[in-house]
Each structure stands twice: as C-alpha cells, then as structure tokens.
C-alpha cells in the first residue's frame, strides 16, 4: 500500500507540473481566471474527471466542477447528500505549482483512487476560477458565487486591458446572468481543502500535515504622510518635514508591533513616494499595511496602535498621518466536528496530528459561512510559496492521500440509506 500510495503521489505531484505549464508567460507560472490557460486546465482536468465517471461541468463564475454520484448508473441528483472538495486554479504572476493547484488535483486523485466505489452520497471536486484576486482586484470571485455572497457590483471591474468581468464571463462563453446558479443547494455535507501551508512550520517542526483550526483575520490599510518637499541641497536637515523619513521611523513600529504580539505578522509591503527624485527631500510617502492574528481583538488592538503610532511620529516631525482603510476581514474558524474528523484521519493513516491556523486567506474560509469546512495544510519545502521554487515531498502528498481516504470512510457509516 505504501508504494501504491507514493505511485499516485508521484502522479499528483506529475500533474501540478503539467499543469503549470499551461501559462499567460512563456517563462513564467501565471494564470488569471477566465484566461487561455485557464481553458486549458480545464481541458485537461476535466477529460481525468469523465474518465472516473464524474459528470462535469463548469458554472458560469468559471469553476471547474465534477460530480462523483452515488449511483453510477444515474446521473447526480440535486437533493442526495454532497462533499466538496478542492481548491483553487489561479495563480499569482510568477507563481508555483502547487498552490491551489495541488488541492484540486489531489481531489481529483481521492476519486480515483476509489477504484468505482461508491459512498450514499456525492464527492463533488471544484477547481475555483479565482481565489487569488488578481485579474479583477477582488479575491474568491468563485467560492463567493458557490457560497451565495457574489456581489453583482463585481461585475463592473475592470482587468488591466479595461476588459469587464461581465465581458470576461461572456468572451469564456458563460452567462453572468447565470451566477446565482452556482450557488450550493441541497445537502451539503461540507467542503474540504487540500492545500500547502505556504509557510516554515511544518517543515520546522518535521511534520508533512496539520489540521487549520482558524483562518486568520486581516486588516489592511494605506498609510500616507504628508511634508513638503524642498531641494536635497539647501534644505537644512533641521527643517526639513522629510515625509519618507516619517514612514522610515514608523515602519520600524510596524515590525516592532509584529515581534511583540504572539501569534500576529504585520507587513508594511509598499511604498510609493513623491515626488520620487534623488535631490529632491520627499514630500509625501504612502505605506502599505497589513496585519494578520487568529484572534481578531488582538489584531484590532495592534492596528489601533498602529494608527496612533503613525499619528503621533508624524505629529512630532511636524507632517500629517491620514489612515485609509482597505481592508477588514474577520478571522473564520473551521468547523470543530469537521477538524476533529480530520485528525482521527490524520492519525488512522499514521501521521502525527497537529492543528494550526492560517494565516492567508483560503477559499474555506468563504465556504464556511454556507456549510462545515475544514482544511489539511501540507509541509511546502522551505515555507517557500507564490514563488516558482515551490515544492512538496512526494510522501507527503501520499500521507494527504491516505489521510483524504480514511476521512471519505468515516463520513460512509453516518450516510448509509
């Protein structure tokens, strides 16, 4: 069974390179949702899925959607019970293989690896169009249509070539009139994600899997001070109101904050500063902010020191601080039940349990909100991810497939007509 189990691994992992090839860049792993390449991915996945005798579809968002039925002889019935499971098939420019990626695969592979059994209810394996928020400037455009949250306003936005959402929709050949049909109905057992933990701390702690007890939530905003700038040569240090020097001395209190409060990371990612010249002393620099914990008071109560931290350098060097909000996410836990049934999986397929939160965002945590989700993360050599050097172990991904069966054979006794 081990060699069978590293064999399939092998060809999940075969096919994530495959797939990776299929890319807006010659050079480059980038694929946008409702692009050439993600046409392609379809292609390809979808001949697996009709192979394993999944009836497959893809809804008018762009999911990629297979439907594995209890019965083989009929087609999925809408009220008979379903799991979902899968990830997402965008990636972010110059991304890796794996992400996303790797979760809907290995879905694809769990089917398979059933070799025609069948359960009392429906696997249903989703590819989401766009979790990454790229192309559009919004993230989980499919899981938000799955789960019944899709703003319509969405449609509006534009791509960096001023093409619609609405028209991408269309020029894909799918009708955005037809959104709200992609939303879950019926019973929904719960949806599972596969995904690679993206970070060091499984591989710190020499662990292939764990079981996310919370997405973390996130707060992002934009920060601009506000001096004035003068000539780099005869404007004394002493008067100067050096705006980028403000956002210096206060992104250091970003990184200060994020080392004193457990558990949370706070990034300052971007700067812009004008007027942007060498000899000339800046008169405004705008930072980028992002903080992240579990626990969303904590969070909240960093960003409030954040704010007045930008407030008071900037007041003491003479400049203004002016705080615009981007974003506020709460933090989403996952299903206990569901989390629980994970681990026994976990220990059923012989690896050490372990639970974590998360700290990117996933489409589980939008699920969450129209039924149970869980997540299994997977060690990613060297935390390394949105990066073309991502990369899994093939035994891990094998452990991910035993842990993936032995939780489809615990939810069958609950399900029997």
């Given amino acids: 069974m081990i060699g069978k189990a590293l064999e399939q691994a092998r060809e999940v992992i075969r096919w994530c390179r495959q797939l990776s090839a299929l890319s807006e860049d010659r050079n480059t792993i980038t694929r946008t949702c409702l692009s050439r390449p993600m046409r392609e991915v379809h292609t390809a996945l979808a001949g697996w899925m009709a192979r394993l005798g999944m009836a497959v579809r893809v809804d008018a968002i762009g999911n990629l959607r297979g439907v594995y ?3 083989a002889s009929s087609p999925p019935a809408a009220a008979a019970p379903r799991l979902y499971i899968g990830s997402h098939l965008d990636t972010v420019p110059n991304g890796g293989a794996f992400d996303g990626v790797l979760g809907t695969v290995l879905a694809v592979a769990l089917v398979e690896r059933l070799e025609g059994k069948r359960f009392p209810f429906a696997i249903e394996v989703v590819g989401f169009s766009d979790e ?80 996310v007890d919370v997405i973390s939530g996130q ?32 992104i250091a209190d970003v ?3 994020g080392n004193a409060v457990s558990g949370l990371v706070a990034t300052a990612g971007r700067i812009t500063v004008e007027p942007g010249a060498s000899n000339v002393v800046p008169g405004r620099a705008t930072v980028s902010l992002d903080v992240r914990h579990p626990e969303d008071r904590m969070r909240k109560e960093s960003v409030e020191r954040l704010v007045k931290s930008a407030e008071d350098i900037a007041a003491r060097r003479g400049l203004r ?5 981007r974003l506020d996410q709460s933090s989403v836990a996952m299903d206990a039940p569901m989390a629980a049934m994970l681990d026994r999986a976990l220990e059923r397929s012989g690896v050490p349990t372990h639970r974590m939160f998360s ?7 939008i699920l969450a909100g129209k039924m149970p989700a ?21 035994e891990d991904v094998a452990a991910a497939l035993e842990a993936g069966a032995q939780f489809l054979s615990s939810l069958e006794p609950a399900h029997r007509d």
């Fill in 69 to 71: 039925s209890p019965h």
């Fill in 255 to 257: 990184e200060r904050e």
């Fill in 374 to 394: 869980g997540m299994v993360f997977l060690r990613c050599e060297g935390g390394i991810s949105h990066n073309p050097a991502e990369n899994v172990r093939d």
């Fill in 359 to 365: 700290g990117a965002g996933h489409d589980a945590m």
């Fill in 132 to 211: 990454e928020g790229v192309r559009f400037g919004a993230p989980f455009l499919g899981s938000r249509a799955m789960a019944g949250t899709f703003d319509p306003a969405l449609l509006d936005r534009l791509d960096d070539s001023g093409r619609s959402l609405r028209d991408a929709i269309k020029h894909f050949g799918l009708d955005p009139g037809r959104i709200p049909d992609a939303q879950v109905t019926g019973h929904a057992l719960g949806y599972v994600e596969f995904h690679i933990e993206q970070g060091p701390v499984l591989e710190n702690l020499n662990l292939p899997l764990a079981v």
């Fill in 321 to 325: 601080a002016t705080w615009e909000p």
């Fill in 219 to 250: 707060s992002r905003a934009d920060v601009t001070f506000d001096g004035v700038a003068g000539h780099a040569g005869t404007t004394p240090m002493s008067m100067r109101k050096d705006a980028l020097a403000c956002a210096a001395s206060w």
